[in-house]
């Protein structure tokens, strides 16, 4: 199964806005209300930001925020903070039982 | 409190099988599945598959072609991940993650599988 495309990498200085796309196809992301986004930390597990397309688990700053138009999701990090540079993954339900990931967007914070 | 511990690093030779487990604490260990997640050196999140922790159910990712099996012992609260006919691109981390409906809630820290000759 194919990965969801990401940018290999986005950047924005403290305090401004940035936004990672997560393009699929009408067989996962613009199937299913299914897509979940994950911070990784170098050498950390994944830990989830935004479940069910714009759901923000307890925990989590309200200054992420996802959404998602036909076969392309979006992840919105708001008022960048240093702690934000990290890899971020999208993640989709694809049918079938089967689950697929993006290839990973690098986050600078500058 | 909820944790996913994981068995420690592994290094194994081409042709060789790893068997990496997967602990639950915290919760009612069979109301969850437990999806496997890899991620080799610098490289992206693959998904591998899941275990229906309940009733033993399993599902596998094409990319594994029957090398892989999910097993779990609910008397110890734990799932395996068992891979065989080790190559050397599959040196990765090997993680668990459980998964309430359609998202990654918990993971566990990680398994360093190293295969090298």
């Known amino acids: 199964q194919s990965a969801l495309t990401q940018p290999r990498s986005v950047s924005g200085s403290p305090g401004q806005s940035v936004t990672i796309s997560c393009t699929g196809t009408?067989?996962?992301?613009?199937?299913?209300?299914?897509v979940s986004w994950y911070q990784q930390h170098s050498g950390k597990a994944p830990k989830v930001m935004i479940y069910?397309?714009?759901e923000r688990p307890s925990g989590v700053p309200d200054r992420f925020s996802g959404s998602k138009s036909d076969n392309t999701a979006s992840l919105t990090i708001s008022e960048l903070q240093a702690e934000d540079e990290a890899e971020y993954y999208c993640?989709?339900?694809?049918?079938?039982?089967?689950?697929?990931f993006g290839g990973g967007t690098k986050l600078t914070v500058l | 409190q909820v944790h996913l511990v994981q068995s420690g690093a592994e290094v194994k030779k081409p042709g060789a099988s790893v068997k990496v487990s997967c602990k639950a604490i915290?919760?009612?260990?069979?109301?969850?599945?437990i999806h496997w997640v890899r991620q080799a050196p610098g490289q992206s999140l693959e998904w591998m598959g899941w275990?229906?922790?309940?009733?033993?159910?399993?599902k596998y990712s094409q990319n594994f072609q029957g090398r892989l099996t999910f097993t779990r012992d609910t008397s110890a609260s734990t799932v395996y991940m068992d891979l065989s006919s080790l190559r050397f691109e599959d040196t990765a981390d090997y993680y668990c993650?459980?998964?309430?409906?359609?998202?990654?809630?918990?993971w566990g820290q990680g398994a360093l599988v190293t295969v090298s000759s």
């Open positions: 993650a459980r998964y309430p409906t359609s998202w990654y809630d918990y």
């Open positions: 915290g919760y009612i260990f069979s109301n969850f599945a």
């Open positions: 275990i229906n922790v309940g009733n033993g159910n399993t």
């Open positions: 009408s067989s996962d992301v613009g199937a299913y209300n299914y």
């Open positions: 069910d397309v714009t």
């Open positions: 993640c989709s339900y694809r049918g079938g039982d089967i689950v697929l």
